[in-house]
């Protein structure tokens, strides 16, 4: 390959910068800068309407909305989750004073495993927090038994999961709450930003007191809230997003589909199954080095990093490896084998709207023929 500009694993989509003019001319005209103003009632609307949910309550990012969530819904105790995720995930535990408890995941989706759910249940279980990894929808239906069984609420980490439909609707209806990301390197950007998927008004209502000081009126404070809030600027960014996302989600798809082709019967590359074409948002390009790939995963990382390739290790090392977190029984590998593997063996290859199919070739080239 030759020298060239550094190709990372995702390039932000920004619309063309002309369109943005007319929403700052309005911040500017009307000076409502933040505190929930109009552009953050119509991102809301429209979010509800594009992703197909009841309610959703914006944020200035995901990891205050995924703590905000948990404290939402009183969570305490313990909680069941994924060592195999972003550490956003977990660390909204800690924040709140829960102690994660991991449970490994499913070795075809690499989604928390529900047959091993159970077992981790203890009097102080509270809630389950699992991950739709790489936007990949978990098994919602068993993990929604065991809740009912032991009378848990359901957490989703929906970061990665913007636009996912299963077989009935958004992905993000499932559950008590979940929580989607709308950072620069998500599938659809306000710069930082988040959203809680919430399935009722009531939800809803306490969500946005807590995410604004607690206040409940000019000078009523019946919570002790945080400062959540998205700001007018990243709302506008949002509606504007939000009016090229379906040509986005649709170049993503392409570029899926094109490694998907190029490496899906190469031996020892293991493309991980997308649950379907109508339900994926192609978040991420994962694969997994595994025998008989004549090289291991780091040094496939290396190689590719020396040609100006920089793919990234999602997820290694797994949070239960982190300083915080592997002092806990639950974080011993002996307790997540499959995360383990997982970690050592995967790869997520740069995918993104503008990312050209030239450089794709050549990337999965190079893969397919080491
Ligand atoms: C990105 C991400 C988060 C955090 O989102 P922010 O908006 O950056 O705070 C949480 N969980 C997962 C799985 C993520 O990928």
């Known amino acids: 390959m030759n020298p060239r500009k550094p190709i990372y694993v995702t390039k932000p989509f920004l619309p063309p910068l002309e369109e943005f003019i007319p929403y700052l001319e309005q911040i500017w005209a009307n000076r409502v800068l933040t505190n929930c103003g109009p552009f953050h009632a119509q991102l809301e609307l429209a979010l509800c309407e594009f992703l197909g949910v009841q309610h959703t309550a914006l944020f200035s990012n995901a990891t205050i909305a995924l703590v905000v969530a948990l404290?939402?819904?009183?969570?305490?105790?313990?909680?069941?989750?994924?060592?195999?995720?972003?550490?956003?995930?977990?660390?909204?535990?800690?924040?709140?004073?829960?102690?994660?408890?991991?449970?490994?995941?499913?070795?075809?989706?690499?989604?928390?495993?529900?047959?091993?759910?159970?077992a981790a249940i203890t009097p102080h279980t509270t809630a389950i927090l699992p991950v739709h990894c790489y936007g990949h929808p978990c098994e919602v239906e068993a993990i929604q038994r065991i809740a009912d069984t032991y009378n848990l609420r359901v957490i989703y980490d929906a970061a990665h999961a913007f636009g996912v439909q299963d077989a009935s609707g958004s992905v993000l209806r499932h559950g008590d709450l979940s929580v989607v990301s709308f950072h620069a390197t998500k599938v659809f950007n306000t710069f930082e930003g988040g959203a809680v998927v919430c399935p009722d008004g009531r939800a809803k209502a306490r969500i946005d007191q807590l995410k604004n000081f607690g206040h409940a009126g000019e000078t009523s404070v019946v919570a002790t809230?945080?400062?959540?809030?998205?700001?007018?600027?990243n709302a506008a960014l949002g509606l504007l997003q939000l009016k090229h996302i379906d040509w986005a989600l649709a170049r993503r798809r392409e570029r899926f589909l094109a490694y998907r082709e190029r490496l899906?019967?190469?031996?020892?590359?293991?493309?991980?199954?997308?649950?379907?074409?109508?339900v994926a948002n192609y978040a991420y390009a994962p694969i997994l080095v595994e025998p008989p790939y004549p090289i291991g995963r780091d040094a496939l990382y290396q190689e590719l990093k020396d040609r100006g390739i920089h793919t990234r290790r999602y997820f290694y090392p797994l949070i239960s490896e982190f300083p915080m977190y592997r002092g806990l029984p639950s974080s011993q590998p002996a307790n997540l084998p499959v995360a383990t593997a997982a970690a050592q063996r995967v790869l997520c290859l740069p995918i993104y709207p503008d990312l050209d199919m030239t450089t794709l070739e050549e990337i999965a080239g190079y893969i397919a023929h080491r």
């Open 264 to 278: 899906g019967s190469v031996k020892g590359i293991r493309m991980l199954n997308d649950a379907g074409e109508k």
């Open 225 to 233: 809230g945080i400062n959540g809030k998205m700001s007018e600027f």
């Open 71 to 118: 404290q939402s819904l009183r969570i305490t105790g313990e909680v069941i989750t994924t060592p195999y995720s972003f550490v956003a995930t977990s660390h909204a535990l800690l924040w709140n004073g829960i102690k994660p408890v991991f449970v490994d995941i499913n070795p075809n989706t690499l989604n928390l495993d529900p047959t091993k759910i159970e």
